[in-house]
C-alpha cells in the first residue's frame, strides 16, 4: 500500500570557496534534516580535499562545472568578493538557486547582472546579512512598524574596530582594490550599512570620505570613513567606521523614531549577539553598558565568524524554507545591491567631494529660516 503524502523534499547543496566562512555555512546547511552536502569546490585541491574529508562530504572538485554537475539544488557562494559574479551567473545559467556571502560583489554593475541572471533563470538569490536574525535587531524593527519607535526619523552608527597586519597579510586578496573591492566598508561596515537602509528605507543622497590612517605600508584600500547619508523619506542618518582601532570599541547603531523614543543596538565585543544597549520609550529609559568590564575587546576573526554561526543557521533555514515554500528569502540580492550601493557612494563622493544624489528626500517640515538684521543685539 502506498501513501500519497508527498516525501520531503531534500535540498542537494554545493560550497563554493573552502576559505574561513565556509565554516559558518558548513555548519548551518548541515543543522538542517531536508539539506544534503554533496560537494565542495575551490580551486585549491588541497584544501577542497581536506574540507571534504574533515566534513565527511562526498566530492571535492575544483571548478564551478564540477560542482554544478553534481546535481545541485542550492549553490553557496564562499569566494572572494569579486569572484561571486562568475560563480552566480554559472549557478544561473545552470538552474540552481544561489545563497552568497556579502557583499553581493565589488562593482554594482556586476551585482545587477547577478540580480538579473537569477531572475531571468526563475532561481532565488540571497545574500548574508545574518546581523537582521539577531533578536534585538528584529525588535528594533517591530518597534518601527508597530508604532513604538514610529517612522525612523535619525540613525548613528559607529563601526569602530581592530584589525591587526596579519588580518589583511593572511590571504593575498585582502587590502587591495582589484581583489578586496574596498576596506572597512566592503568588508566590515556593510553590514551596518545594510541595517541602516532595512531600518530607515531608500537613500537619496551620501556625503562621505574615506582615508587610511594605520594600515597604509600593507592595504590600499581605506581604514577609515565618515558618511552622512539622507534618505528619501527626509530620515537622516551619519556613519563613521574604521579598523584603525585599537582596543576594537565594536559597534553601535541607535535609531529614533517619528514618535521621540530611541532604541540602540550594540555590538561588544565584535561577533558577539548584538543587545539592546538603549532602549528609550516613553517615560522609561533602559540602558546596559556598551562596554562591560573584564570583556576582550580584540577578537581573532576566527572567533568572531564562530559566534555568528547561529544566525547563519537561520538566515540559511529562512532562505531553504522560501525555496520549500516558493516564496522570497528574507534577505534577496535587490536588498543587497542597495547596501552595496550606498557604500560605493561614499567612496565616488569621498573621490569627487561631491554628494552622490539618488533620488529626491521629502522635504523638511521645518524650512531654514533667513537670516535677517534684527533691531536688538544680543549682549
Avoid at 31 to 57: F, P, Y
Avoid at 250 to 259: A, C, F, N, V
Wanted: charge should be negative; aromatic fraction near 6%.
Amino acid at each position: 500500500m502506498t501513501s500519497s503524502a508527498t516525501a520531503p523534499r531534500t535540498f542537494r547543496v554545493g560550497i563554493a570557496g573552502c576559505g574561513a566562512i565556509s565554516r559558518n555555512h558548513l555548519e548551518a546547511f548541515r543543522a538542517l534534516n531536508n539539506v544534503q552536502i554533496v560537494g565542495v569546490c575551490d580551486v585549491d585541491a588541497d584544501r577542497a580535499r581536506a574540507t571534504a574529508e574533515a566534513w565527511g562530504i562526498p566530492n571535492a572538485v575544483t571548478s564551478m562545472e564540477e560542482l554544478l554537475n553534481l546535481g545541485l539544488d542550492i549553490v553557496s557562494v564562499c569566494t572572494p568578493h569579486p569572484t561571486h559574479e562568475e560563480v552566480v551567473l554559472k549557478a544561473a545559467a545552470a538552474g540552481v538557486n544561489v545563497l552568497c556571502e556579502k557583499p553581493i560583489a565589488t562593482k554594482l554593475e556586476s551585482a545587477e547582472r547577478m540580480v538579473e541572471a537569477c531572475e531571468n533563470a526563475g532561481v532565488q538569490l540571497g545574500v548574508l546579512f545574518q546581523r537582521r536574525f539577531w533578536p534585538a535587531s528584529q525588535k528594533i524593527r517591530a518597534a518601527i512598524d508597530d508604532g513604538t519607535l514610529g517612522k525612523a526619523i535619525l540613525a548613528q552608527c559607529s563601526v569602530m574596530l581592530h584589525r591587526a597586519p596579519d588580518y589583511y597579510n593572511r590571504d593575498a586578496w585582502r587590502g587591495t582594490w582589484e581583489s578586496d573591492g574596498g576596506g572597512v566598508l566592503m568588508s566590515q561596515a556593510v553590514h551596518q550599512i545594510d541595517l541602516l537602509q532595512w531600518y530607515l528605507g531608500d537613500v537619496a543622497e551620501v556625503y562621505g570620505k574615506v582615508n587610511t590612517y594605520r594600515h597604509a605600508d600593507y592595504i590600499e584600500v581605506e581604514d577609515s570613513a565618515k558618511a552622512v547619508i539622507t534618505f528619501t523619506s527626509g530620515a537622516m542618518a551619519t556613519l563613521e567606521a574604521s579598523t584603525a582601532v585599537s582596543p576594537n570599541l565594536g559597534i553601535q547603531l541607535r535609531i529614533t523614531g517619528e514618535t521621540g523614543a530611541s532604541a540602540s543596538l550594540t555590538e561588544f565585543p565584535e561577533g558577539s549577539d548584538g543587545r539592546l544597549d538603549l532602549w528609550a520609550v516613553g517615560e522609561q529609559i533602559v540602558v546596559e553598558p556598551v562596554h562591560p568590564e573584564g570583556v576582550e575587546p580584540n577578537v581573532d576573526l576566527s572567533v568572531i565568524n564562530g559566534q555568528l554561526i547561529p544566525f547563519h543557521k537561520l538566515q540559511v533555514q529562512d532562505f531553504v524554507q522560501a525555496l520549500e515554500n516558493g516564496t522570497e528569502p528574507a534577505i534577496t540580492g535587490k536588498d543587497a545591491l542597495k547596501s552595496l550601493r550606498i557604500l560605493l557612494a561614499v567612496y565616488e563622493s569621498s573621490r569627487t567631494g561631491q554628494p552622490v544624489r539618488f533620488a529626491p528626500a521629502q522635504p523638511s517640515h521645518a524650512a531654514i529660516p533667513e537670516l535677517r538684521g534684527r533691531e536688538k543685539v544680543a549682549r
